[in-house]
């Protein structure tokens, strides 16, 4: 299972110290990050990072055509409610797509937290049923 990790500027830091608590869980799993925040992910942690373009240029969408494919299993992208973004269509699309391929995404710490936890108990496991019935058919 394949989890996206993505930070807007002011919620770097944040995203560096979840990644720093949760390293023992998220080193379990395929990790894919936009570009700036894969960077400081792994000059803080471990963690080997798949890394896609910067969000403002095409990080977002890119993100966006693997949930497409089914290889994203978890988004957490923690946003920042306080500044408008010039790439904000592009983050709507995000969020749109794994809504409609049911992915979960947290957008903030407090969700985040809940998604890794129940992750690491396997509350996440039916995502593979799912991906192996749709080979099947
Ligand atoms: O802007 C972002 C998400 O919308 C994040 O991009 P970076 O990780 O490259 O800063």
């Given at each position: 299972?394949?989890?996206?990790?993505?930070?807007?500027?002011?919620?770097?830091?944040?995203?560096?110290?979840?990644?720093?608590?949760?390293?023992?869980?998220?080193?379990?799993?395929?990790?894919?990050?936009?570009?700036?925040?894969?960077?400081?992910?792994?000059?803080?942690?471990?963690?080997?990072?798949?890394?896609?373009?910067?969000?403002?240029?095409?990080?977002d969408?890119?993100?966006?055509?693997?949930?497409?494919?089914?290889?994203?299993?978890?988004?957490?992208?923690?946003?920042?409610?306080?500044?408008?973004?010039?790439h904000e269509p592009d983050i709507q699309a995000l969020i749109r797509?794994?809504?409609?391929?049911?992915?979960?995404?947290?957008?903030?710490?407090?969700?985040?937290?809940?998604?890794?936890?129940?992750?690491?108990?396997?509350?996440?496991?039916?995502?593979?049923?799912?991906?192996?019935?749709?080979?099947?058919?």
């Amino acid at each position: 299972m394949n989890i996206a990790l993505i930070a807007h500027d002011e919620m770097k830091n944040t995203m560096i110290g979840f990644c720093i608590g949760y390293e023992a869980i998220l080193k379990k799993y395929g990790i894919y990050a936009t570009g700036t925040t894969g960077e400081k992910i792994m000059d803080a942690t471990e963690l080997k990072i798949n890394r896609v373009a910067s969000g403002p240029l095409g990080g977002d969408q890119q993100i966006g055509s693997l949930v497409v494919s089914q290889e994203i299993d978890l988004v957490i992208f923690l946003r920042d409610p306080l500044t408008s973004q010039a790439h904000e269509p592009d983050i709507q699309a995000l969020i749109r797509l794994c809504d409609v391929y049911h992915v979960p995404v947290a957008t903030n710490l407090a969700s985040a937290e809940i998604f890794i936890k129940g992750l690491d108990r396997g509350e996440l496991s039916w995502r593979e049923v799912r991906k192996t019935n749709s080979q099947r058919s």
